[in-house]
T-cell receptor, first 117, second 108 residues
């Protein structure tokens, strides 16, 4: 149980392209989903918290207009990297917490490796 | 700030025991979690300490001391497949903050 599916697993595209990444909780409802970015040999950096039915909460230094987050249902959150540039190349990972308390463990998707040429 | 410090690299021998430490400078969190991440993969949950003390899950154990702002992950009977990065993470009301990560290398 508690499976999170992330799609696509890998994206290679030209600079200036917008890329959408989906994060789905397959067998549970997730009021809150999280988006992380991880550069090679570094830790996971929280980008934003996605809340179903409301605006996402962005961490300091993360551009809201650059990284658009939509959490339209209890099982789906999307991250759109708008007008991506080579410096946006990274490993993007989502996670979801089951509804029912803030001390629930987070379940991670398999990540999306984004490469901008 | 909400920073968590870990050793960057640890090397151990197959079959041995290794401890990965995590220190932090914050308060008001719910608990401390540990995650394992293999190269190219996503983090997988290993253990959670909501209270002070030791939690044991098979070959892995985790410890938390809020008074010392310190925790550790203990791996016993090390296997080659345990070679990975390990992250401690503080759980807050609405988010998780990850530590800097420890790269564990196992040699035969």
């Amino acid at each position: 149980g508690a499976v999170v599916s992330q799609h696509p697993s890998r994206v290679i595209c030209k600079s200036g392209t917008s890329v959408k990444i989906e994060c789905r909780s397959l067998d549970f409802q997730a009021t809150t989903m999280f988006w992380y970015r991880q550069f090679p040999k570094q830790s996971l950096m929280l980008m934003a918290t996605s809340n179903e039915g409301s605006k996402a909460t962005y961490e300091q230094g993360v551009e809201k207009d650059k990284f658009l987050i939509n959490h339209a249902s209890l099982t789906l959150s999307t991250l759109t990297v708008t007008s991506a540039h080579p410096e946006d190349s990274s490993f993007y990972i989502c996670s979801a917490t089951q509804t029912g308390g803030s001390n629930q463990p987070q379940h991670f998707g398999d990540g999306t490796r984004l490469s901008i040429l | 700030g909400q920073s968590l410090e870990q050793p960057s690299e640890v090397t151990a021998v197959e079959g041995a025991i290794v401890q990965i430490n995590c220190t932090y400078q914050t308060s008001g969190f719910y608990g401390l979690s540990w995650y394992q991440q293999h190269d190219g993969g996503a983090p997988t949950f290993l253990s959670y300490n909501g209270l002070d003390g030791l939690e044991e899950t098979g070959r892995f154990s985790s410890f938390l001391s809020r008074s010392d702002s310190y925790g550790y992950l203990l791996l016993q009977e090390l296997q080659m497949k345990d070679s990975a990065s390990y992250f401690c993470a503080l759980l807050w009301a609405s988010k998780i903050i990850f530590g800097s990560g420890t790269r564990l290398s196992i040699r035969p």
